[in-house]
């Protein structure tokens, strides 16, 4: 027995069955619509997902908060804005002071771990940085301020004949030794004076 007549044997006993040829097209053109109308609808909804994702990409990393904190003494509303990357965090602190002026405050950095490796800083270090803040303030009265959490204090007379000025700021058991230089910059540690000689 040859190939053909194999085929026709296996197919000899199939039938066609009996319907309609015109209502199974009318039915497949259907399909064809109603798949239309579904593809619309899953591509404008993964286009709505994917647009979601990038917005949400663009601000990952981002952390945004209402906190308080010391500002010239007092304790203040703030808003803290945190951007992270893998390399390094940056943050702005925006604030309104009494006089209803706004300020805003940037900064940022890493920290390094016991092994020398940089790694970016974590929202309680920037806290913790932002709380132990010192600020000087140079008044157009020609008073000097030095502001430490809750301490405020007048250093005008203070300076030494020199230009230099070294305070202790305290807050309850939290000590800071400040040094003011002539030249208006200042550093802050919470161990000791720092003079030029260090």
Same mark, same amino acid.
């Given at each position: 027995?040859?190939?053909?007549?194999?085929?026709?044997?296996?197919?000899?006993?199939?039938?066609?069955?009996?319907?309609?040829?015109?209502?199974?097209?009318?039915?497949?053109?259907?399909?064809?619509?109603?798949?239309?109308?579904?593809?619309?609808?899953?591509?404008?909804?993964?286009?709505?997902?994917?647009?979601?994702?990038?917005?949400?990409?663009?601000?990952?990393?981002?952390?945004?908060?209402?906190?308080?904190?010391?500002?010239?003494?007092?304790?203040?509303?703030?808003?803290?804005?945190?951007?992270?990357?893998?390399?390094? =965090?940056?943050? =702005?602190?925006?604030?309104?002071?009494?006089?209803?002026?706004?300020?805003?405050?940037?900064?940022?950095?890493?920290?390094?771990?016991?092994?020398?490796?940089?790694?970016?800083?974590?929202?309680?270090?920037?806290?913790?940085?932002?709380?132990?803040?010192?600020?000087?303030?140079?008044?157009?009265?020609?008073?000097?301020?030095?502001?430490?959490?809750?301490?405020?204090?007048?250093?005008?007379?203070?300076?030494?004949?020199?230009?230099?000025?070294?305070?202790?700021?305290?807050?309850?058991?939290?000590?800071?030794?400040? =040094?003011?230089?002539?030249?208006?910059?200042?550093?802050?540690?919470?161990?000791?004076?720092?003079?030029?000689?260090?």
């Amino acid at each position: 027995m040859t190939d053909k007549e194999k085929y026709k044997r296996t197919f000899a006993v199939l039938h066609a069955s009996e319907f309609d040829l015109e209502e199974n097209a009318m039915n497949k053109r259907k399909g064809i619509r109603i798949s239309k109308k579904v593809i619309t609808v899953c591509a404008a909804a993964a286009i709505a997902a994917a647009m979601s994702a990038a917005a949400y990409a663009a601000d990952i990393g981002n952390i945004q908060r209402k906190v308080q904190v010391w500002r010239n003494g007092d304790q203040t509303d703030a808003v803290l804005d945190i951007q992270q990357s893998e390399n390094s =965090t940056e943050y =702005t602190l925006k604030y309104t002071d009494e006089n209803g002026e706004e300020h805003e405050i940037e900064g940022g950095g890493v920290a390094y771990d016991r092994f020398g490796g940089e790694r970016p800083l974590t929202e309680e270090e920037i806290m913790e940085n932002i709380d132990e803040d010192v600020n000087v303030e140079y008044r157009d009265d020609g008073t000097v301020w030095a502001y430490y959490k809750g301490c405020k204090m007048d250093i005008t007379d203070k300076f030494d004949e020199d230009g230099y000025c070294y305070v202790q700021l305290k807050d309850g058991d939290d000590v800071m030794y400040l =040094t003011v230089e002539p030249n208006r910059n200042y550093c802050v540690s919470s161990e000791k004076f720092i003079t030029s000689d260090d």
